[in-house]
């Protein structure tokens, strides 16, 4: 048996018995899904929500893939989850790649209007990305 801890960054701002019932739910999924749940903690420093942590233990060892899988089916924000694919697929080491960060340092305005990332911002916005192999 292997435990893991999942990160999940949420982007909005709940009442806390909508947070309470929001950690039920999460419970409920993993345990569905053969896990053990070891503890859960809510941090609510983040700017814009907060961030939960859920601590799980695994009957076999799980892959980075599965694990952002897991985060993703927890409620991770889909940035979050798009970047720690591409980080995946570029051989970042899990550990070093999964990162919560609790403001933004520094956002560039998007002002390039090429074609390229035109088609990358577009399958942004419907959700889609051909790393995931999504289609």
């Known amino acids: ?19 309470e019932d ?3 739910t999460r419970r409920a999924i993993y345990e569905a899904l053969g896990f053990k749940i070891l503890g859960m903690v809510v941090d ?10 859920v601590h799980i233990l695994s009957n076999t ?6 694990l ?8 991770d924000d889909r940035g979050r989850v798009l970047i720690n694919a591409w980080r995946i697929k570029r051989g970042v080491p899990w550990e070093r790649g999964n ?7 520094w956002r560039k305005e ?4 090429c074609t390229i990332h035109q088609k990358i911002l577009k399958r942004a916005k419907e959700g889609q990305d051909a790393l995931m192999g999504i289609k």
């Open 44 to 53: 609510k420093k983040s700017e814009r929500g907060f961030h939960a942590f």
């Open 99 to 105: 990162k919560l960060f609790d403001h933004v340092i």
């Open 68 to 75: 952002n899988k897991l985060q993703w089916l927890g409620g």
């Open 22 to 24: 929001w950690l039920e």
């Open 1 to 19: 048996m292997t435990d893991y801890m999942l990160k999940l960054d949420v982007d909005l701002k709940v009442p806390k018995e909508w947070l």
């Open 110 to 113: 998007h002002k390039c209007n």
């Open 61 to 66: 060892k799980l892959t980075p893939d599965d």
